[in-house]
Nanobody
Framework: QVQLVESGGGAVQAGGSLRLSCAASGRTFSTYAMGWFRQVPGKEREFVAAVSWSGDTTYSADSVKGRFTISRDNAKNMVYLQMNSLRPEDTAVYYC???????????????????WGQGTQVTVSA
């Protein structure tokens, strides 16, 4: 497994921006797809965005499309989530996740990821 540590969360007003970072260590980071998920109390953890191991392919949930951008820097073992035009409904704990299989396809499902960070809180006020 890989160790993941998220940072960059915080409190922001609606319309504002935040950039989440995820630092990875413990295995060959550059060969695994990476994803961001989020969760609010009482609800299932939901997919936000994912990026292929090479960085060439990205997917985003419809709810964040056009506002959030996922990217990665394989030289630094980092994944980022740039969040713009934030809304109160984006309030959640955001988790970074590493893919289960080397050179695996990009996935929106939780089962495709086997390593998770501890999460970082994002709070958007109206």
């Amino acid at each position: 497994q890989v160790q993941l540590v998220e940072s960059g969360g915080g409190a922001v007003q609606a319309g504002g921006s935040l950039r989440l970072s995820c630092a990875a260590s413990g295995r060959t980071f550059s060969t695994y797809a990476m994803g961001w998920f989020r969760q609010v109390p009482g609800k299932e953890r939901e997919f936000v965005a994912a990026v292929s191991w090479s960085g060439d392919t990205t997917y985003s949930a419809d709810s964040v499309k056009g506002r959030f951008t996922i990217s990665r820097d394989n030289a630094k073992n980092m994944v980022y989530l740039q969040m713009n035009s934030l809304r109160p409904e984006d309030t959640a704990v955001y988790y970074c996740a590493a893919g289960l299989v080397r050179f695996g396809i990009v996935s929106r499902t939780r089962a495709a990821y086997d390593s998770w960070g501890q999460g970082t809180q994002v709070t958007v006020s109206a």
